[in-house]
């Protein structure tokens, strides 16, 4: 049984620095990419940033490019996701997901999310 396990979230002021982290087990076999989501209040879920397994290769929505980095520890199937220069816009819940084979645009797996507050 795959599990995905955020961890990080908090509250912080505008313009501060989080750190999230996804931790996987359960996965026995190669995967393909694994990405970062989230979900404020009253909004759908949208894709933050996303990384490849085997190049690192690196995807980010426009909305954190340049504030947020995506990054991973292939040897504990570990993401880390880099929040830094935060706004009250980035409020929300946030989930890791990974992908395994690559064959289609949807994640196979998701975890519960942990909650990103920004406001002073």
């Known amino acids: 049984q795959v599990q995905l396990v955020e961890s990080g979230g908090g509250l912080v002021q505008p313009g501060g620095s989080l750190r999230l982290s996804c931790a996987a087990s359960?996965?026995?076999?190669?995967?393909?990419?694994m990405g970062w989501f989230r979900q404020a209040p009253g909004k759908e879920r949208e894709f933050v940033a996303s990384?490849?397994?085997?190049?690192?290769?690196?995807d980010y929505a426009d909305s954190v490019k340049g504030r947020f980095t995506i990054s991973r520890d292939s040897a504990k199937i570990t993401v880390y996701l880099q929040m830094n220069r935060l706004k009250s816009e980035d409020t929300a819940v946030y989930y890791c997901?990974?992908?395994?084979?690559?064959?289609?645009?949807?994640?196979?797996?998701w975890g519960q999310g942990t909650q990103v507050t920004v406001s002073s």
């Open positions: 359960g996965l026995t076999f190669s995967w393909y990419r």
């Open positions: 997901a990974v992908d395994i084979f690559g064959s289609s645009p949807e994640y196979d797996y």
């Open positions: 990384i490849s397994r085997s190049a690192g290769s690196t």
